[in-house]
């Protein structure tokens, strides 16, 4: 059975930063691209960055790149994503995703549950 459980979450002030955590079980995950993805509330899922099986590759949505910074450690089967400079419109549900293919779809294959990000002005 396949898990992603993300961490890391939790109240910060404008300008603090935050590392996510995405712990990955179930799955080889060397092999699996691995996603983030945000939701705003009363807003549809945004797509954050994504990197490749081995880490080689990332691509950011444009509107966040040069604050937030995907990596992945295989040894330990876990994805992180770095926040930097947060702003209150960061606040929302952060997810991990998981999917075999490069590129993946806008539908991933494994979800996490999420972890809730709330940046106060």
């Known amino acids: 059975q396949v898990r992603l459980v993300e961490s890391g979450g939790g109240l910060v002030q404008a300008g603090d930063s935050l590392r996510l955590s995405c712990a990955a079980s179930?799955?080889?995950?060397?092999?699996?691209?691995m996603g983030w993805f945000r939701q705003a509330p009363g807003k549809e899922r945004e797509f954050v960055g994504r990197i490749s099986s081995r880490g080689g590759y990332t691509y950011y949505s444009d509107s966040l790149k040069g604050r937030f910074t995907i990596s992945r450690d295989i040894r330990k089967n876990t994805v992180y994503l770095q926040m930097n400079n947060l702003k209150p419109e960061d606040t929302g549900v952060y997810y991990c995703a998981a999917d075999s293919r490069f590129p993946p779809p806008a539908e991933y294959d494994y979800w996490g549950q999420g972890t809730q990000v709330t940046v106060s002005s």
């Open positions: 179930g799955l080889s995950f060397s092999s699996y691209t």
